[in-house]
């Protein structure tokens, strides 16, 4: 298993995580893919990238993802999608 | 607002009003390339005042700083926001900042300027060689540099049901419901709201409590419901706020009278709801 006692906040992510992923269930199968694979990556790249300490930052995604699984469970909405984007610096 | 400027460069004026109608990025530099010129022209001597600046991008994520930025006041307008838009357009066009009405009606500039909660661009830069000290909303959540997430200043509200409800229908239907001169007298002080959350935001118990204490500016607007005479649902709006955390949160700190930039006094409706429950 993972880390022996998971703290509070590992323990948030978790359960957006797996919040997406039963969002995920209810949506047509071809999207429940899509949204699948948009949601493991962007979580495992930002638990790869982001310091473990930075609590900040973690509270913001944390607050950004809550945000995105609420519009998500509507019944409306229908899928997700992402866009990748290289920031200039200019 | 309007008063302050007569003595200063009039030509500036103008072309803020005819650009008001063309995009919005051609309005910030147009506004800058005319107090340039016009400086450039006036006196000499600069008059340089430092604003420190809270900045914290998640982007590129890491401690939120202080960020000093210098500006000549004598080619800047008189109010805070004219210095942050000249930031952003000169200095530093990451800078990101809620704004819209430039004259204090929208609310959206609302942040904690020098200590104190107001609106940039109702408030006038202080004289002197002081730094002032420019950092978003206390204790709430931020977005992006001075941009705070205020939505759950706005679930708020919205809990409170502010809209007018009636059970029985207008005498004359299809009309206005009627009231009277002294009736709409009472809502005073409580309508001119506009929900910049600056209030809710220097409570320190709305610091402490901020999900379940509903703040000022919501128990405000709560009280204007409350005191419309057209709204017939009033037991049951104070029935719904008639709650330890809901309402009697509040100590009568009142910072929120203190921090109001339109001139109200929340306290004095909060007390006016609690002596409503007292005699209910």
Known sequence: MGASKLSGMQKQVLSLYRGFLRAARSKPTEDRKRIEMIVSTEFRHNSKEVDRKNFQYIEYLLRLGTKQLDQLKSPDIVSLSSVKVVASKT | ?280
């Open chain 2, 1 to 280: 607002m309007a008063f302050g400027l007569i003595g200063r460069v009039v030509g500036t004026k103008p072309s803020r009003l005819s650009t008001a109608a063309r995009l919005i990025p051609a309005r910030w530099t147009s506004t800058g390339s005319e107090a340039q010129s016009k400086a450039s022209s006036g006196g000499g001597g600069e008059n340089l005042k430092t604003f420190q600046i809270y900045r914290w991008n998640p982007d590129n994520p890491g401690k939120p700083e202080l960020q000093d930025y210098k500006i000549d006041l004598k080619d800047c307008g008189p109010m805070v926001l004219d210095a942050l838009i000249k930031i952003k357009n000169e200095m530093d066009p990451s800078l990101t900042f809620r704004r819209s009405c430039r004259e204090g009606i929208c609310g959206s500039c609302a942040m904690n300027i020098d200590g104190c909660n107001g609106l940039a661009c109702l408030t006038k830069i202080e004289c002197g060689s002081k730094e002032t000290t420019i950092t978003p909303l206390p204790h709430m959540f931020v977005i992006k540099d001075l941009v705070v997430d205020m939505t759950n200043f706005y679930n708020q509200y919205k809990s409170i049901e502010p809209w007018l409800k009636r059970k029985t229908p207008a005498s004359v239907p299809g009309k206005e419901i009627l009231q009277s001169k002294k009736d709409r007298a009472k809502l005073d002080g409580m309508y001119e709201c506009i929900l910049c959350a600056c209030c809710s935001t220097s409570c320190p118990s709305y610091w402490w409590n901020p999900e379940s204490y509903l703040g000022p500016a919501a128990l405000l607007h709560a009280n204007r419901w409350i005191s419309d005479s057209r709204d017939e649902y009033t037991k049951e709006r104070l029935e719904a706020i008639d709650d330890e955390f809901k309402l009697y949160r509040c100590h009568t700190i009142l910072n929120c009278a203190r921090a109001c930039p339109k001139g109200l006094n929340p306290g004095k409706q909060i007390t006016h709801i609690k002596q409503l429950q007292q005699s209910g």
